[in-house]
T-cell receptor, first 110, second 111 residues
């Protein structure tokens, strides 16, 4: 168990809908990272937050947004969902020289 | 062209074999090199971390980095069925936490 929690584990929704994925980092970790893992693209960095502020951005679509709250949990919002958004979404938080990954949320868009 | 290339496998080996997993990269700014292991339906977990060329050993695992060739490897000695997983290489530039992952190599070790 990495200490990073993610909810929900599974999410099934329809095209055009909006969903919110939630992540709680390990106790004491200020950074939260979001990744998308799909069969064809592998694990791709989306965005990083550090203590409530956006720190780095990857190939995150404009339909996707994230935020980190004062209690350090983070949410990833995905809107106008398309079939191609079906993937595993991982959250990670960081200690020295290591990112600890949560168990992921499997999103299926029908 | 992707920044990090990794043979997707799958790789199937008998128990006790030596396994070699490899990644190549194109970005010479990468300074940190990691290997993650991902079991089915789980998040990746860090196996090895290094930032210099050469070898780093941890038990049955050896990570090798050749910056001049932009090539990294992970060797697993005396492989066990419990090593069956997907192995992902990951890299980052100095001063950033943004990890760039390879697509992963699926390894199966059969008894």
């Amino acid at each position: 168990d990495s200490g990073v929690t993610q909810t929900p584990k599974h999410l099934i929704t329809a095209t055009g809908q909006r969903v919110t994925l939630r992540c709680s980092p390990r106790s004491g970790d200020l950074s939260v990272y979001w990744y998308q893992q799909s069969l064809d693209q592998g694990l791709q960095f989306l965005i990083q937050y550090y203590n409530g502020e956006e720190r780095a951005k990857g190939n995150i679509l404009e339909r996707f947004s994230a935020q980190q709250f004062p209690d350090l949990h983070s949410e990833l919002n995905l809107s106008s969902l398309e079939l191609g958004d079906s993937a595993l979404y991982f959250c990670a938080s960081s200690g020295p020289n290591e990112q600890f990954f949560g168990p992921g949320t499997r999103l299926t868009v029908l | 062209q992707k920044e990090v290339e990794q043979d997707p496998g799958p790789l199937s080996v008998p128990e006790g074999a030596i396994v070699s997993l490899n990644c190549t990269y194109s970005n010479s700014a990468f300074q940190y090199f990691m290997w993650y292991r991902q079991y089915s339906r789980k998040g990746p977990e860090l196996l090895m971390y290094t930032y210099s060329s050469g070898n780093k050993e941890d038990g049955r695992f050896t990570a090798q980095v050749d910056k001049s060739s932009k090539y990294i490897s992970l060797f697993i000695r005396d492989s066990q069925p419990s090593d069956s997983a997907t192995y992902l290489c990951a890299m980052s530039e100095w001063g950033t936490d943004k990890l760039i992952f390879g697509t992963g190599t699926r390894l199966q070790v059969f008894p």
